[in-house]
């Protein structure tokens, strides 16, 4: 199955859905995972100067959660992958299946010094994803595109187990977090047509109700997180 061809094919989902519903279609109109504020994390590492640090976060299709960390301020740069499963299994057509056990994730590299990990997840739990649908996202479903984090070490492990239960006692959402925290095994890019795919295809109707409003949820209940010029891995190929 050909690149156009998988990516028609997730756009087709969306004209049903909406005729199921009764909505209207506009490429304004809101996506179907309403953001929610969350407080930031009680448990977090201060911000310092230091070397470059990498998240691996998983919450759906990587379209969307590439595109909503390009701008957040002190990222500098976010990498479409896998993560969960082994190396032989990491290609979207096989990922898509959902037997291999891996996720479609980001690999994000941050500077310390001016965002922290804590804020990370804060961007995560409120506007990237749902973290209460169960091995889904709007209208993908399957383990592949399940909610995770993949720590890298103690710290992070930590800092996100005391966050998802801060936000659970707290009551933040109507439903139970299912998001799992799990050792990061490996991660694996994804093909290069999926990479910075938001920048390059905001028409895309798939792209326009799904993921342009957590950008501009992003903008609305973070302002101090948000960079308007995204940060794009097509940058980073042409250094």
């Known amino acids: 199955m050909t690149s156009s061809t998988l990516r028609s094919a997730k756009r087709s989902i969306l004209p049903t859905l909406l005729a199921v519903l009764g909505v209207a279609w506009q490429l304004t109109s809101c996506a179907g995972e309403a953001p929610v504020n969350v407080p930031p994390p009680a448990m977090d590492n201060p ?14 299709c990587f379209w969307g959660v590439q595109g909503v960390y390009e701008h957040v301020n002190g990222v500098k740069k976010v990498v479409s992958g896998y993560a969960g ?18 996720a479609e ?18 961007v995560f739990f409120s506007v990237a994803h749902d973290p209460t649908q169960l091995n889904r996202q709007g209208p993908d479903t399957g383990s592949q595109y399940r909610s995770m984090i993949s720590y890298r070490d103690d710290t992070q492990k930590d800092i996100a187990d005391a966050y998802i239960a801060q936000l659970g006692k707290a009551g933040v959402f109507q439903r139970p977090i299912v998001t ?10 994804a093909e290069g ?3 910075d795919y ?23 209940l973070f302002p101090d997180y948000y960079s308007q010029r995204p940060v794009l891995l097509s940058q980073w190929a042409s250094r």
């Open 47 to 60: 911000k310092q100067p230091g070397p470059f640090q990498t998240a691996v976060l998983s919450g759906g």
């Open 105 to 122: 994730s980001v690999q994000i590299t941050f500077d310390p010094a001016k965002v922290s990990y804590g804020e990370l997840l804060q």
């Open 180 to 189: 799992k925290v799990d050792p990061l095994k490996g991660f694996y890019p």
């Open 198 to 220: 938001l920048a390059h295809n905001p028409s895309d109707p798939y792209i326009a109700y799904n993921d342009l409003p957590k950008i501009e949820s992003l903008k609305r």
């Open 85 to 102: 499963g082994d190396r032989t299994t990491a290609r979207y057509e096989t990922v898509g299946t959902g037997s291999t056990g891996h």
């Open 193 to 195: 047509y999926h990479q």
